[in-house]
């Protein structure tokens, strides 16, 4: 049997299909029952159903994220083809899409998977929210988009964003430059997402402005942040003292975001991590939500997904 896929021109085509067709080999992999060549703006798909139907609606999908103006990877091929093997294609499209925000470039912000979909949409309905999973997943990115989505439509006044300066195996005594010099390396993942969102120069008039602020979670101490959009990075190594510390800071008309990875907590002793006790002590607080992210929301580069399993293994039978 044979399907044809008809895109609207030749750059829609090679956006749909990948540079060097790099899409399309992966489809083909996804799907080796199948046979799929392109001819220009047309693709052919030789093979039986339900295969055939399947690799159509996977093009079908690639092709909406084109059209909506997404930035396209390895992983929306593969996480397309996976939903549509399990029959999940119509909850794909509500994953696909939900715009979360448009950041500088004019690129649409949207969900990936759906432990993103659940996260965001956590933190739209809940006042706080836990997004707890592995490197890679975008907790931080999705929170900085909502963020930015919260102060451009003025439902929040400030942009606050913080982490621990603790060491994974550096020592700050050793680094040169005063404190702020110092710390900067550990909020470089934060000003990197604000400023995709914001633009370079738009997000430093606002940091002069005070109306985005950065900061280490010590600057946190004593203060009531109000209208604020709060997100506190990498969570699993504040202390038991500087998570209540910081949930603590939370004011009127305000939204937190607390994200971590309970696999990677740098404190001497693991069971210190303010974030293993939060789960335990918050689960079941009403206006709290608590997101659990795996492998399967990874969205960096695929050998990201294979490190993290990796490691899971080692350490089950170790």
């Known amino acids: 049997m044979e399907k044809r896929f008809t895109f609207a021109d030749l750059s829609e085509a090679q956006a749909v299909l990948g540079m060097k067709d790099e ?65 999940k294609e119509e909850e794909l499209r509500r994953i696909y899409g939900d715009t979360v925000s448009i950041s500088a470039r004019g690129r649409l912000i949207k969900p990936k998977t759906a432990g993103q979909k659940q996260y965001v949409d956590s933190i739209r309905k809940n006042l706080v929210t836990f997004g707890i999973g592995p490197a890679g997943t975008g907790k931080t990115y999705l929170a900085v988009a909502l963020a930015a989505y919260y102060l451009k439509n003025r439902e929040v006044e400030r942009i606050i964003l913080t982490r621990p300066a603790v060491e994974a195996g550096e020592k700050l005594g050793f680094l040169p430059g005063d404190l702020q010099e110092k710390i900067d390396p550990y909020l470089r993942p934060l000003y990197d997402a604000l400023a995709d969102m914001f633009g370079y120069d738009q997000f430093q008039k606002l940091v002069s402005r005070n109306i985005i602020e950065v900061a280490p979670l010590a600057y946190m101490r004593g ?21 209540k510390m910081f949930l603590t800071r939370m004011g009127n008309h305000s ?39 795996t492998d399967e929301d990874v969205v960096r580069h695929d050998m990201v997904g294979r490190i993290i399993r990796a490691y899971e293994r080692f350490y089950r039978h170790e």
């Open 23 to 87: 899409f399309l080999k992966i489809l083909q992999k996804e799907f080796p029952a199948c046979r799929i060549a392109a001819r220009g703006n047309e693709v052919i798909i030789l093979g039986e159903e339900p295969d055939l139907s399947m690799v159509a609606a996977v093009f079908d999908v690639l092709r909406y994220l084109y059209r909506e103006n997404t930035y396209m990877t390895n992983q929306h091929v593969r996480y397309s083809a996976s939903m549509i093997r399990q029959g």
């Open 255 to 293: 939204r937190v975001v607390v994200n971590g990875d309970a696999t990677q907590i740098d404190l001497g002793d693991s069971r210190m991590s303010g974030l293993t006790e939060a789960q335990r002590v918050l689960q079941n607080v009403s206006g709290i939500g608590m997101v659990h992210f």
């Open 223 to 243: 203060r009531t942040l109000e209208e604020s959009f709060i997100i506190l990075d990498e969570a699993q190594n504040t202390t038991r003292e500087q998570m």
